[in-house]
């Protein structure tokens, strides 16, 4: 029997419904192995600023900071998104929790279900047994470097900016992840033509030799992007910088027939945040469409991170069952669909 | 009657052997019309290196400068790729030559031939009927922009910076295109990121006042990685920045189930340059069986360029003909598949 503190954050849109189902599976979860998880939501992104002007407020920080982990659901608004010049922007609340939190590496597993190939857009035997993970660098690169407008107003800049500690801390990630399943490891970069880039490639030809089991790749972005629809099924670990890997990783994305289906964990220091890959997708709002199992598949993550897996191997497990019973909603299950909270109700009841 | 120079650059790989059958054709299309075109051949990338210790000998540089039109192989050798550090790499020639003749635009189109449709990673449904091209600026952002390592070794950055010149001039560009095509433009950036990003947003949104036959959407990077294998027939015309263009015109080249069959051109000044959208391909070098189609078809490029439209038109029903009766490379003829040369000569000789 354990205690954990989950802050939850279900953010905007769709957010705090998928939220609310993965909040139910892991209450499931508690019952069943007799476990304490005491879990409390908290305001960000779009819903922070119209509560109260910040898209992190100080005491969601705290109260990430304080747990032992965080699940967060999706965050954005329309009516920011149009006005780049806006000041505030749920964004920001997103990237500053990265960054106070740590989460230097994002963690994307993408798997093709065997019973969704049919919803890909992918053709089956490209994709069938695709099993690959994306280590994205979550707190730098272009993403965090200096930016802004020049004096005169006419041009603006964003700076990239890498250090070779940035790279090795993740780096060490992504071949220990690789030397535990088909040991292969691919980094991605654009070593022709960028500084930082080869910097990367420097340090990862460095490393390779503490891990002589894993077979290292390099690969550019741009023929990466063609590699991860042309086969994906070559890759088993790609490890790249910040604005490489949100590209990538949301391509392949695709190959799973759904993003209602993708997880992810951001992890660096002590605290550790689970999200859907998804975003808040504001269309699908209150109408019981969206799909919970990216949000529970998140759980499983973060129960794996706190040690708990027996407990991630039931949600998993319960998951499949729903893949393989149809009970899935209307984007997968066009002529029954199941609503957010049937899906919901199914994975939490069978655990 | 018309009299032309144009410069070739075969470079390296089956860049010579691409090259050489454009030529052909060129010179078929020159015989037909009673045209001249000057055609001379002159060294760039891992080549020029090899014979002359400079990826773009100042030779080379003024036979563009001077010429009506450059015809471009494909450049690179492995032997440089995976040596980071080298200070000397096929790379800088082409890119030195794009900052040079200020070719600022890079435009590709991408087209689904339904003949060929068995031949994409992509289910058939997703992509009949795709049709759109895609503007990458070239001599801007962070391929071009101050990079280096840190004083103490520990780091290395790129800068990306842009300024509304050179945004504009390449928008104005892609609006005129869209105008005169389905009227639907999608500026692709990371504005919820980067400041560079909303300062393309800035400037296009005000744009698109001068054209209002023309619909405008903004499109996440990330998203337009997806939505490019979701629903790529959604897309007419897409501009974007250079790193992101090289990204994301390359993942659009799968949807036409071969590299073989994209050509490019890049304009800005006087002179503009043409090249196969594919690389050098060291491997297939010398066997007989790299694809000439792209680069005949950047050779029609050419031709409309020169205001020679109906020569233009011809090449394409030639590279029709071909597509139609099946006399193409083994990426796309398994059965029995044409050499290099006997591509070139059946369409040559259809002309
Ligand atoms: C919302 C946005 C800032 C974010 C990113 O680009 O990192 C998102 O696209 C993601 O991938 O988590
Ligand atoms: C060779 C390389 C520098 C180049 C680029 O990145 O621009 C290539 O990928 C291209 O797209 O023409």
């Known amino acids: 029997m354990v205690s954990k503190k989950i802050a939850v954050l279900p953010g ?3 957010g705090p419904e998928v939220c609310r189902q993965a909040v139910k599976v892991l209450e499931a979860v508690a019952t069943r ?14 819903c922070a600023i119209d509560a109260t002007g910040n898209p992190l407020p100080d005491e ?3 109260a990430c900071r304080a747990a032992d982990a965080v699940l967060l659901g999706a965050i954005g ?23 106070e939190l740590g989460l230097f590496a994002n963690i994307r597993p993408i798997t093709a279900y065997d019973i969704l190939l049919p919803h890909s857009p992918l053709k089956q035997d490209r994709i069938q047994g695709t099993d690959m ?4 660098e979550l707190t730098g690169g272009i993403y965090f470097g200096a930016k802004g407008r020049t004096d005169d107003g006419e041009g603006a800049y964003d700076h990239c900016v890498y250090s070779r500690h940035e790279i090795r801390r993740i780096a060490h990630m992504a071949f220990q992840s690789a030397a535990g399943r088909r040991q292969r490891l691919t980094l991605v970069d654009k070593a022709n033509v960028l500084e930082t880039s080869r910097l990367w490639r420097e340090e990862v030809r460095e490393m390779a030799h503490q ?20 086969n994906p099924k070559q890759f088993d670990v790609i490890l790249t910088e910040n604005m490489f890997g949100d590209i990538i990783s949301d391509e392949a994305s695709v190959i799973a027939g759904s993003m209602g289906l993708l997880p992810s964990a951001s992890v660096g220091a002590e605290v550790a945040l689970f999200e859907p890959i998804h975003g808040s997708y504001p269309q699908a709002k209150g109408k019981g469409i969206a799909n919970p199992i990216a949000t529970i598949l998140s759980a499983a993550m973060l129960l794996e991170h706190l040690e708990l897996n027996e407990e991630a191997a039931l949600v998993r497990e319960a998951v499949d069952e729903a893949l393989n019973n ?4 209307k984007e997968l299950n066009t002529t029954a669909p199941y609503t957010t909270e049937e899906v919901g109700n199914y994975i939490a009841f069978w655990i």
Chains 1, 2 share one sequence.
């Open 12 to 14: 905007d849109g769709i």
């Open 33 to 46: 192995f007799g476990h304490r998880f005491e879990m409390q939501s908290y305001p960000m992104g779009a």
């Open 60 to 62: 969601t920080l705290d």
């Open 77 to 99: 608004d329309p009516k920011y998104d149009n006005d780049p010049s806006a000041k505030v922007r749920p964004e920001q609340g997103l990237l500053r929790l990265r960054k």
């Open 133 to 136: 993970v994306i280590f994205r």
């Open 211 to 230: 891990y002589p089991e894993v077979t290292v790749d390099y690969l550019l972005v741009d023929n990466a992007a063609m590699q991860m629809i042309l």
């Open 326 to 329: 149809g009970v899935l909603t």
